[in-house]
């Protein structure tokens, strides 16, 4: 039987990015997975394909609607041709997973294929091709998560379907209709939107991303309507039926009234749970939460001392960067290191355009809270970047604490938000004063002026350009 410092149950972002430190701080270190390709839901299900599919959609509507505003003209009719397009997703997705096999390999660590289950806390079979048992001093589990269902809304794959299965669509939807206006609905539902489909957003919630600060919720349903959306927010479905390529979803609204959709598609998106199937907890003395989470303490230990949980399988924001965090503060523990997270500046990003992106507290979590805070809000028309390729829509908004300036949150929407936060989070790294950022020398012409002038109209009420 072979023997390791560390094994690692699951080969996502959570995973695999733990096994590079382990292996890092010389630790002999296994990975099992139980799919043929590394990288978890992020890199075959998740993050990758999902923007992959972003962008070709992105650029084929600039095609369609802006080319000729810009001096293109392209002669004939533009069409999509969905089939490559999903082909160059998979091969995007192709050649992401093997990196990481390369980089097990690189770092000289044992991939085990196959399912991984605890005999105890110190041994793990692995139930593939062939079954093998290992033995681990250590453990960290990284099982990840899988699509939320609805009791009455089963997942049949064809019509009714998850995310994983609209990545891989062979139509584009005439009517795609999406339970949960949440980060996966508004992400695919842009993609089949720019592709043609009609798309209506059910949601449950008084808003579209509910849990992000209601100024950025504002402005996204702002746009999307001008997009076509049909966003139906403060309904809650209650039930979804198929007969033969036509969905019905029936929905509750605020008045109690029922209201019904139909459609040839509906994508259920209400949110991920834990996975812990097939890994047998209880053998190792591992416990599990009501919400079926993986239960860990402060140093993302379990109930059996030597044995971890990071990503999504234990409790927190469910995003890929978070698990890679988690990652490498387990594998830093174990070596006997002292490593932090600060879990507010993980920041959150939706990637449909304008991108959306938050870092630090919202204001609805100042005000319960009880925190003085001042706004600082900038638009992004008022850039001459914007302007230059007509990204009008969205504004960068820092809330800093009224007393001492310290910035506690800053949340922007915009053109290439997804980048711009980076600096919010390194602002708030070093507990930076909207004034710091405010002196500091942003290029121009760059979305990053809007951090300034937000900046600048928070801390003296004096953005410059506007
Ligand atoms: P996972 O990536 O879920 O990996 C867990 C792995 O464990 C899986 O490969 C699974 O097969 C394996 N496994 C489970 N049980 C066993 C077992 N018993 N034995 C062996 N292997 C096992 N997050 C972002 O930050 N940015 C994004 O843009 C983004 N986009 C997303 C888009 C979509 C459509 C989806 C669905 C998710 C997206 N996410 C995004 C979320 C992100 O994918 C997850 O937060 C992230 O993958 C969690 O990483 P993890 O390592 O915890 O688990
Ligand atoms: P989510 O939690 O973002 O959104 C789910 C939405 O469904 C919520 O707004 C909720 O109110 C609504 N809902 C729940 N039950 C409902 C019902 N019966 N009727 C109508 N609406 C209902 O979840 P998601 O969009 O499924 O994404 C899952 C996870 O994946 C998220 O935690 C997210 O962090 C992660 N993810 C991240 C990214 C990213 O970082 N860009 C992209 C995709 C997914």
Redesign the pocket.
Known sequence: MKSYDVAI???????YVAAIRCAQLGMKTAI????STLG???LN???IP??ALLDSSHHYEDAVKHFETHGIEIPGEIKVNLEKMIGRKQAVVDQTTGGIDFLMSKNKIDVYHG???FKDATHITITGDKKDVIEAKHTII????KPTTLPFAAIDKERIIS?TEALKLKEIPKHLMIIGGGV?GLELGQVYKRLGSDVTVIEYMDRIIPTMDSGLSKELNKVFRKQKFNINVSHKVTSVVRNGDEVTVTAENKKGELVKFNGDYCLVSVG?SP?TA??NAESAGVNLSDRGQVEVNGKLQTSASNIYA????VKGA????K?EEEGVFVAETIAGQKPHIDYNLIPGVV?TWPEVASVGKTEEQLKELGVEYKVGQFPMRALGRSRASMDLDGFVKILADKSTDEVLGVHMIGARCADLISEAVVAMEFRASAEDISRMSHAHPTFSEAIKEAALAATEDRALHI
Not at 9 to 15: L, Q
Not at 32 to 35: G, N, S, T, V
Not at 142 to 145: E, I, V
Not at 318 to 321: E, I, K, P, T, Y
């Open positions: 149950i699951g080969s996502g972002p959570g995973g099992i997975e139980k799919y978890g839901t992020c299900v998740g993050c999902s923007k399912i991984g289950a990284a099982t990840g998560s995310s996966i991920r996975f097939g890994l990071i990503g999504d399988v469910m995003l890929a960067h698990a990637y």
